[in-house]
């Protein structure tokens, strides 16, 4: 008899949860799901251990340990249809079998609507003229208090009003709560604030889904009017002329679908780091600790190699001397081999760049436009959504072409590309803030990037003042590939690229396996 327990760790593993127990089987299905928040930017660590019911007791060790795995969340949602098939291990010299683990996004309240309203015969409240209606939409809560969730715009002069379709999360309406009720109230608009009710009507999202019919036709009702007027009826009535539910797409889906994110590193290899012999430098290789450069490459390519199913990654340097000419680049492979720049997994890049220390001379000056390019030609040859760039450079300094950079991230903007650049050291960094759109929009002659790409952040903001530098390293990692997600949507959106279908779900094999345990 079989039961696995779950493992989540932040700082430590602690279990998380337990499936049903199954037995007569080599081969058990296990039913019971766990719901767990997941992070793009963190490395979430998983483990999960098979054990052999040999009592009632809940105590593990009074079980027979039949092995264990441990993965990252994002391997298990990175694989090719949520699905990641591992060895397990844990008891030396013995085959332990596999375990298939699925992950499947929670599918509530992705839903949005669209929906349109028009009203009729709506009370006059304007002296002068006639009313400038619009609606205010509330949404109930828990505690019977009410919340805002959307305003339509003022129609102008009239008792007939026909309010532009407009499109809400489910979320946001109800809060994924069909038979919550949903408050509107109509006002007159009045242009010092002092908006005039005309009166509220009560729906549910449930209601509403029912579209355009007599049930949707509502009357708008004034409570101190109608306690005041004998022959009162209602105040005009409101209907919904459409209603239309729409399913966001999630960056899962198309991760799910088999998109794949491809991870580029570029490293600054000019003089201003310091003689890398010398411990002063930021390239000094520390036998005990990583240098800034080494724990900014850790931390980010740590977590977006769970997206890259061949988990090999091209390596960059700019600003060096080359041997055996001395000539000056800035675009150099750091395996040196520049007809493939491929090393395999991160420990493959820290070993390349440790390498490229040994070999290469640093120089300058600081020039950004080579590496973002030899990235973007890459992405401008897959535009189909089957592939998205991730190109991340560590530098210690000013940058020296800033135009040529402006230009060439402007370029990229309009490519399957994101762009996150690490600062170390002491240096002040103020022109990146003008590379980072966050406020303004980067422009190069006049031309706008279609949407902002890069993230960049200073390495001394998340450095533990304690001196852990795991906690560094995570605080880093959160806060640059946050914005990740999103810049892949924004891209997949503006092109009208939907995902691809996902592989059919994983069918257990009808005939028993024979697995070792």
């Known amino acids: ?218 009357e708008v009702i004034n409570l101190k009017k109608k306690g005041k007027k004998k022959k009162y009826l209602n105040s005009g009535t409101v209907t919904l002329l459409s209603f239309l539910v729409d399913i966001e797409v999630t960056f899962l889906d198309y991760i799910k679908g088999g998109t794949q994110i491809n991870f580029t590193v570029a490293i600054d290899f000019t003089a201003s780091n310091g003689n890398p012999a010398q411990p002063t430098s930021l390239h000094y290789m520390n036998p005990y600790q990583l240098n800034a450069y080494a724990m900014a490459l850790k931390a980010v390519g740590e977590i977006i190699q769970d997206y890259d199913s061949d988990k090999m990654f091209p390596a960059l340097g700019f600003g060096a001397k080359l041997p055996p000419d001395g000539r000056v680049s800035h675009e150099f492979a750091l395996n040196g081999n520049p007809q493939n720049p491929y090393c395999a997994g991160i420990e493959g890049v820290m070993e390349a760049y440790y390498q490229s220390l040994k070999s290469v001379q640093l120089y300058g000056p600081t020039n950004f436009s080579p590496v973002i390019n030899h990235v973007a030609r890459y992405a401008a040859s897959v535009k189909d959504g089957s592939q998205y760039f991730v190109l991340l450079i560590i530098t210690d300094g000013v940058i020296s072409d800033m135009a040529q950079t402006k230009e060439s991230i402007v370029n990229a903007a309009c490519l399957p590309m994101s762009i996150i650049i690490v600062g170390v050291g002491p240096a002040e960094f103020d022109a990146m803030i003008e590379l980072d759109g966050d406020e303004v929009r980067i422009s190069s002659r006049g031309r706008y990037a279609e949407r902002d790409i890069v993230q960049f952040v200073p390495f001394r903001d998340y450095i533990d003042r304690t001196g852990n530098h795991i906690l560094s390293m995570a605080r880093l990692a959160k806060d640059v590939l946050a914005e990740i997600p999103d810049q892949f949507l924004s891209y997949m959106k503006t092109r009208g690229i939907k995902p691809s279908p996902a592989p059919p779900p994983y069918t257990p094999p009808s005939q028993p396996l024979q697995t070792m345990i």
């Open 1 to 218: 008899m079989f039961f696995i327990v779950l493992f989540f760790c932040h700082t430590f593993f602690f279990q998380f949860g337990r499936t049903e127990v199954i037995d007569n089987t080599l081969n058990p299905d296990f039913v019971r799901k766990f719901i767990l928040d997941y992070f793009f930017e963190e490395r979430q660590n998983l483990r999960f251990d098979l054990y052999d019911v040999d009592s009632k007791s809940a105590n593990l060790s009074k079980h027979d340990f039949l092995g264990q795995v441990q993965c990252t969340l994002g391997e298990v949602v990175g694989s090719l249809g949520s699905r990641l098939e591992k060895a397990l291990g844990g008891i030396p010299g013995k085959k332990c079998g596999t375990i298939i683990v699925k992950a499947e996004e929670l599918n509530n309240c992705r839903e949005s609507v669209m929906m349109q309203f028009c009203g009729n015969k709506l009370d006059k409240k304007d002296f002068f003229g006639k009313s400038d209606p619009f609606l205010v939409f509330h949404r109930s809560n828990e505690d019977g208090t009410f919340t805002i969730c959307h305003k339509t715009e003022v129609v102008k002069n009239t008792l007939n009003p026909v309010w532009q379709a407009f499109k809400i999360p489910v979320r946001a309406l109800c809060n994924g709560d069909y038979d919550r009720t949903i408050k509107v109230e109509v006002y007159d608009w009045d242009r010092d604030g002092s908006h005039d009710f005309i009166g509220e009507f009560s729906t549910s999202y449930r209601e509403l889904s029912r579209g355009q019919s007599q049930f949707n036709v509502y």
